[in-house]
């Protein structure tokens, strides 16, 4: 038979060694939250980056696309004869084997 004394030892022990895992898992949870955190706040802050880009990417598109539509009105011949002269290196190029 185990005397009193040691039963209540192991009741320490085993105490102390729930209370260690439990302390253990917190730290692990809590840890697990700050690297959430910090992954949320870098893809938040990578996705208004790429958001400024896309949107800078838009605003200079619309402006050539503008540009060149104007260049055409101003100047209707001449943008044809560019346009016919692209289609037929084009053509030219992709029938070529």
Excluded at 39 to 65: H, I, N, P
């Amino acid at each position: 038979m185990l005397s009193s004394a040691t039963k209540a030892a192991a009741n320490v022990t085993k105490a102390s060694a729930e209370n260690d895992l439990r302390n253990a898992a917190q730290d692990a949870a809590n840890e697990g939250k700050d690297a959430l955190h910090s992954v949320s706040d870098y893809a938040s802050e990578a996705g208004q980056k790429v958001r400024g880009a896309l949107d800078k990417t838009l605003d200079q598109t619309s402006r050539f696309s503008q540009t060149v539509e104007a260049e055409i009105k101003s100047n209707p011949i001449r943008s044809s004869a560019i346009a016919l002269g692209a289609g037929f290196i084009l053509g030219a190029l992709l029938t070529r084997r």
